[in-house]
């Protein structure tokens, strides 16, 4: 028996991949095993090849395996672009219907099983998602019993009928694939899990259940890939408490929506990918001369431009934190981990109220849409924290006197009151002005304003700015990244270790303002710092040595062509860098 297995299947886009994927894994997430996916998917409704892989494992894991142990092919291009994926021994379970054949050089066995012919004498080829499950959950040696208890989940809204029909193509299916391969395979059963329930979900969905729980109760937005499911997840949630999400006609309706109902005391977010990023720059300006609260998740996928909107990228690094004209305080937080996700949308709003300026939740399409076994949330870890809002009675203004909004204050975060408060009333606008909102062109008054707002990120440290795993005093190689590429160094280390050389990892989670004095003691230690990056340019790498300095130890290991790391290149990469 093995303690872990990778599994993937593909086809054209739009014949059931994705449910196919869905209820493998939720079956599988019912026995208690952790679970790592990633999505492979083209730019359009239909058509063009689709893929999706899922790690199985008994243990936690955190990233996609470099390997391939089963194959589910609708079509011979599935077996084509991913059959180099597969280990010695491993095995292809492919639709008969196609005549499949191995690639010259592949050491695999080969189950035609006519996925097609059984889902039509079940009355329609839709069925051919649930044959091709059934037999991948036969080779395993798994009870099918599990499997058709998820499969009555997803289809029993639709009557018994179809209930029963799906049932039966799983049979099918497992009988056929097990009679070819005579009998479940030993060399791919898996250990028993410890059938423990686990969370089981993707970023985004994390990200709007963080919303929800830490308060907020309007999202607009504009559709874009891959921060769609956030607004999708809220759609369905927030009216159940008493919330709504507009879909905006573009991101500078959303952002300015949301700046708009931020001023007026409700929690909002918009989320959105690079090109929206773009557009919203304008008005995140706007936030921060008014000191208005907002959050704002960026999901980063390829670019420039149109790019790779369905491929993995973290390329947006210097438009978050540069991206608005002038000079403003702002807040960007990389999550790296489902749970994070959960958290930092809480502590997001938390934070921009607390400091009245913009806060960017900024992850990558794999930590967006990459489904995962997540640990149990904590709820009494949940704290709302409204800053500086005034909720009592204000006192009487003087005669011609407005209220302070932006007094000058010590820590730069001044009053704030909602429209409509007695005594509150002030001026807001985009040009500079004085303590009470009024226009003002004194140089006096602009040097003191712009001091007093970016004062505030004097003090910004969020929930874990880093994270550090450093069991060596000089390590040979100190390994950063940040959002979803966490797991893939731990296991790449691991590798590392086994060759002798002694490395520490450090995830950046605060990317602006940056912790420099927790990062830099880790720098200096260290006689080589590899950053590993999703971009062509070294963008975190840039940021380190910026705030941190030590350039010349600094080495960017990067890749852009719109997959994720796999542990075995960080291991390949690290040793050709040192």
Not at 144 to 160: I, M, T, Y
Not at 224 to 250: N, R, W
Not at 428 to 457: A, C, F, W, Y
Request: proline content about 5%.
């Amino acid at each position: 028996m093995i303690s872990q297995l990778s599994w993937k299947i593909g086809g054209q886009q739009g014949e059931g991949v994705e449910s196919t994927d869905r209820i493998f894994s939720t079956a599988l997430n019912r026995l208690g095993y952790y679970l790592y996916g990633y999505r492979h998917f083209s730019s359009r409704i239909k058509g063009g090849h689709t893929n999706n892989k899922i790690r199985i494992s008994t243990k936690a894991i955190r990233a996609i395996s470099d390997d391939l142990d089963i194959l589910v092919a609708f079509d011979q291009e599935t077996i084509d672009l991913n059959s180099h994926e597969l280990r010695k021994g491993g095995v292809i379970v492919a639709d008969a219907k196609f005549n499949p054949t191995v690639p010259e050089g592949i050491d695999a066995r080969l189950f035609p099983v006519p996925i097609t012919s059984i889902a039509e004498e079940l009355g329609t080829s839709l069925f051919k998602n649930m044959v091709a499950s059934g037999a991948s959950w036969a080779l395993l040696g798994l009870p099918l019993e599990v499997f058709n208890k998820a499969v009555e989940e997803e289809f029993g809204r639709k009557g018994p009928a179809i209930v029963e029909k799906n049932v039966e193509a799983v049979r099918r299916g497992a009988e056929f694939v097990l009679e070819l391969a005579g009998g479940s395979l030993a060399d791919f059963q898996l250990e028993p899990s410890d059938g423990k329930a686990k969370l089981f979900m993707i970023g985004n969905d994390a990200i709007a259940l963080g919303a929800v729980v830490g308060g907020c109760r309007f999202m607009p937005a504009y559709p874009i890939t891959p921060a769609s499911e956030i607004m999708e997840y809220l759609v369905k949630t927030l009216p159940k408490f008493g919330g709504t999400v507009i879909q905006t006609e573009d991101e500078i309706a959303a952002v300015t929506m949301a700046i708009g109902a931020n001023y007026g005391g409700v929690r909002t977010l918009t989320a959105s990918a690079g090109p929206g990023l773009s557009l919203m720059m304008e008005a995140i300006g706007l936030a921060g001369m008014t000191e208005t609260p907002v959050v704002i998740v960026d999901t980063q996928r390829g670019g420039p431009s149109t790019g790779l909107p369905t491929k993995q990228e973290q390329s947006d690094i210097n438009a978050m934190i540069y991206g608005t004209h002038g000079e403003i305080p702002k807040i960007v937080i990389a999550p790296s981990t489902v749970e994070e996700c959960f958290y930092d949308a809480i502590e997001a709003f938390n934070l921009a109220e607390k400091f009245q300026c913009p806060v960017i939740i900024v992850t990558d399409l794999q930590l967006s849409l990459g489904k995962q076994t997540a640990e149990n949330l904590e709820l009494d870890k949940i704290k709302i924290d409204r800053g500086a809002l005034q909720t009592g009675e204000l006192p009487q203004l003087e005669e011609n006197k407005l209220f302070k909004r932006y007094e000058f204050t010590e820590d730069g975060v001044s009053p704030r009151v909602l429209p409509g408060m007695k005594n509150g009333i002030h001026h807001v606008t985009g040009v500079e002005h004085d303590q009470e909102g009024r226009p003002s062109e004194s140089p006096i008054n602009r040097k003191k304003m712009m001091d007093k707002r970016l004062k505030k990120l004097e003090s910004v440290r969020i929930t874990n700015p880093i994270h550090i795993d450093a069991p060596h005093e000089e390590p040979d190689v100190l390994i950063v990244g940040m959002s979803s590429i966490g797991g893939t160094i731990d296991e790449a280390r691991e590798r590392l270790t086994k060759d002798g050389i002694k490395s520490n990892h450090m995830t950046v989670r605060q990317l602006f303002p940056f912790p420099t004095e927790l990062v830099a003691p880790y720098v200096e230690k260290a006689k080589t710092v590899v950053i590993v990056e999703n971009n062509a340019t070294g963008q975190l790498a840039d940021q380190l040595k910026l705030r941190v300095g030590h350039a010349n130890k600094v080495k960017n290991f990067l890749k852009y062509d719109g997959t994720p790391f796999l542990p075995s290149e960080i291991h390949t990469g690290c040793k050709e860098l040192l």
